[in-house]
């Protein structure tokens, strides 16, 4: 039976153009970049063309991007920098993910004033209410920009051309929109974006975070003056060639994509339908009206047993998400949910579904099927 | 003509059974650790069998390892965690890693009393020294356990008795030194421990903080949780197995390796003696006199111009370090050199050699040739 992996908010699988592009830095292209001979030259223009690469992606200008081990650390070295003591104060949501809340709540915990915004009951949070939360003392405005959980699209444009227009600095996590849908940081109007390459088909430990002005970035770690003095630490050669591959890809063709994953959408939602009619069970798809990732489904199935699922679902060969996948194991409702008021009934067992550039319509239909099964089996137990 | 690589201490290559154990990462192993499924669950088996290899090679069992993006984020983590506010006081010395002496700056900007304990002539400090800088609001002690410019040992042992027994926090930062000689935290008898994976065969991007108690190390990165809630990030699964293997590798038959990089040692001895008699040639071995990691010799020419020796280097296609590789093209004396008080007219051109597991007595052979019509050209200059 062959393995249906519908996990891809939880991560990607590195692509074959991605790992070609890599394969040179694990053999011959092994030079530090910061070396002053043709090894180290070699690497540092390996560095350097990766930079284009995640640039030209993001509409940005390579100066503007900083290389890093992963979004969670563009994230908390964020924060952690322009909040360098107590006092001042942060303004982001309630469904952000940890590598925003956790460092947050740190931050609160030494004194820094933080407001979390609720989103509306289809998880989405509204701009104005954003603005009205700012004050004088706001130093940071944080808003991701698609939901990993329910895949739903926040107004960060919106967001940025408000805030920015009364001179707030305004970063957006967008870690899983990168690749997904267009994202430019011109159209977005934002300071601070934050890149993470594992969800968007480069491997896992690499990420970026862009920065409109060098000069309002504290540094993320101090060392070898790595990165224009912005991120010390040898550079992770390898990955950082994948991810420029990774944003290569993705550029190319992006529309015809997102459309093709629309497509998969469609399918994903008739058979749904057809399902529940079918076995007569009720379901609900989160943030149905919110504009939302096409990529993305949230789904709470009424009355059935979550672990019962996801243990006919693994028997199955289903790779899917409850609550959220990259936090450790909990299948206690998600602070997402919690957040946008989800019906208990069917927030009680809500898998989420994502899919991405390898899936095709039969992995959708087979998903269904199998899908359709478990439900039964659950139901009857 | 072949290239010669002689700048093991800034990177090394990834060797191919590191190669071999990162690649199903990067095809079908790529599930994210966290994930509750077989895609994930497989990830996290690799992780931990990663972890187990790593604790093995430093005697430690697996839970004290925590897996980090690099040496770098190691350091900066636990000083910033351990020195949260400004106050208290921390030892270290003058001949660390910047990745240690700029965070150290940072703490005493924001407050934190910082002694630099200076070395010997040698590029030795003094563990009876180190102790007498403690004070009772002294929170760490910091000190490396191989220089990486001289190659010096430091009696990081004697320290961690002399400090341990009155209380304070020992760390060392052995980057340099895991995989060139044997490394035990037990034996050592430190609290913490850096290791860098791009200095023994692993790949650039992955290293190890090693924590005695992980109750007295403060979470490096907020987020998802991982590492036990210490680093938070999805984890570098491709890295983090060839960290692995490379610890797996470097483990197995490490005494025999280091007294065959030993002999390399001493045939690069013996053959710059007759090149510096041949060419009548003043050259200075630094830290000489000191015990020194089996691979590097730091050689400080007497009145040749380094810019014009690394020029004909270059087109010798010979690859070594001038002063500190890591910190990005300068060529003025090193912080390092300064510190040891190293004779000025040597230490202007001092150039770094080291080699590894790859290097043959040929290699050095070659190399000493190629040194000699360097050195010969640049004094007819």
Same mark, same amino acid.
């Given at each position: 039976m062959?393995?249906?992996?519908?996990?891809?908010?939880?991560?990607?699988?590195?692509?074959?153009?991605?790992?070609e592009?890599?394969?040179? &830095?694990?053999?011959? @292209?092994?030079?530090?970049?910061?070396?002053?001979?043709?090894?180290?030259?070699? %690497?540092?223009?390996?560095v350097s063309?990766?930079?284009?690469?995640?640039?030209?992606?993001?509409?940005?200008a390579?100066?503007?991007?900083?290389? +890093?081990? &992963?979004? +969670?650390?563009?994230?908390?070295?964020?924060? /952690?920098?322009?909040?360098?003591?107590?006092?001042?104060?942060l303004? +982001?949501?309630?469904?952000?993910?940890?590598?925003?809340? #956790?460092?947050?709540a740190?931050?609160?915990?030494? *004194?820094?004033?933080?407001?979390?915004?609720?989103?509306?009951?289809?998880?989405?949070?509204?701009?104005?209410?954003?603005?009205?939360? &700012? $004050?004088?003392d706001?130093?940071?405005?944080?808003?991701m920009l698609?939901?990993?959980?329910?895949?739903?699209?926040?107004?960060?444009?919106?967001?940025? $051309?408000?805030?920015?227009?009364?001179?707030?600095?305004?970063?957006?996590?967008?870690?899983?929109?990168?690749?997904?849908?267009?994202v430019?940081?011109?159209?977005?109007?934002?300071?601070?974006?934050?890149?993470?390459?594992?969800?968007?088909?480069?491997?896992?430990?690499?990420?970026?975070?862009?920065?409109?002005?060098?000069?309002? =970035?504290?540094?993320?770690?101090? *060392?070898?003056?790595?990165?224009?003095? =912005?991120?010390?630490?040898?550079? @992770?050669?390898?990955?950082?060639? *994948?991810?420029?591959?990774? &944003?290569?890809?993705?550029? @190319?063709?992006?529309?015809?994509?997102?459309?093709?994953?629309?497509?998969?959408?469609?399918?994903?939602?008739?058979?749904?339908?057809?399902?529940? $009619?079918?076995?007569?069970?009720?379901?609900l798809?989160?943030?149905?009206?919110?504009?939302?990732?096409? @990529?993305?489904?949230?789904?709470?199935?009424? *009355?059935?047993?979550l672990?019962?699922?996801?243990?006919? =679902?693994?028997? %199955?060969?289903?790779?899917?998400?409850?609550? #959220?996948?990259?936090?450790?194991?909990?299948t206690?409702?998600?602070?997402?949910?919690?957040?946008?008021?989800?019906?208990?009934?069917y927030?009680?067992?809500?898998? /989420?579904?994502?899919?991405?550039?390898?899936?095709?319509?039969?992995?959708?239909?087979?998903l269904?099927?199998?899908?359709?099964?478990?439900?039964?089996?659950?139901?009857s137990?």
């Amino acid at each position: 039976m062959k393995a249906l992996y519908f996990d891809y908010n939880a991560t990607t699988p590195v692509l074959p153009e991605v790992r070609e592009a890599m394969l040179p &830095c694990l053999e011959n @292209n092994y030079g530090n970049p910061s070396s002053p001979h043709g090894f180290g030259l070699k %690497a540092k223009l390996t560095v350097s063309e990766a930079r284009n690469r995640v640039a030209a992606l993001l509409g940005a200008a390579p100066e503007q991007i900083v290389f +890093t081990s &992963c979004a +969670t650390e563009a994230n908390n070295g964020l924060l /952690r920098g322009l909040f360098p003591e107590k006092g001042a104060h942060l303004v +982001t949501t309630a469904i952000e993910h940890p590598s925003i809340l #956790a460092p947050a709540a740190a931050l609160e915990a030494r *004194g820094v004033e933080v407001t979390r915004v609720r989103p509306n009951r289809n998880g989405v949070v509204d701009a104005q209410t954003v603005l009205d939360a &700012c $004050r004088p003392d706001t130093r940071l405005v944080s808003v991701m920009l698609a939901n990993n959980e329910t895949g739903a699209i926040q107004p960060v444009g919106e967001i940025a $051309r408000l805030a920015g227009a009364e001179g707030y600095l305004v970063h957006t996590d967008a870690s899983q929109a990168v690749g997904k849908i267009p994202v430019d940081v011109e159209t977005l109007g934002v300071d601070f974006l934050t890149l993470a390459g594992h969800k968007l088909y480069a491997p896992k430990g690499v990420g970026t975070l862009y920065a409109r002005s060098r000069r309002t =970035l504290p540094p993320l770690l101090l *060392g070898g003056g790595q990165e224009g003095g =912005l991120r010390g630490g040898t550079e @992770n050669v390898p990955h950082i060639a *994948g991810l420029g591959a990774a &944003c290569e890809l993705v550029r @190319n063709g992006l529309e015809r994509e997102i459309s093709r994953q629309r497509g998969l959408g469609e399918i994903f939602d008739r058979e749904l339908d057809r399902l529940a $009619r079918g076995v007569g069970l009720d379901v609900l798809v989160l943030s149905r009206d919110a504009g939302r990732l096409p @990529n993305t489904r949230f789904v709470g199935f009424k *009355g059935l047993d979550l672990a019962r699922m996801l243990e006919e =679902l693994a028997l %199955a060969d289903v790779a899917v998400s409850a609550g #959220a996948a990259c936090h450790g194991g909990e299948t206690s409702i998600s602070h997402v949910l919690e957040a946008m008021d989800a019906p208990a009934d069917y927030a009680g067992c809500a898998l /989420r579904f994502s899919w991405g550039r390898p899936t095709t319509e039969q992995d959708v239909m087979d998903l269904m099927q199998r899908l359709g099964d478990a439900c039964q089996t659950v139901r009857s137990d």
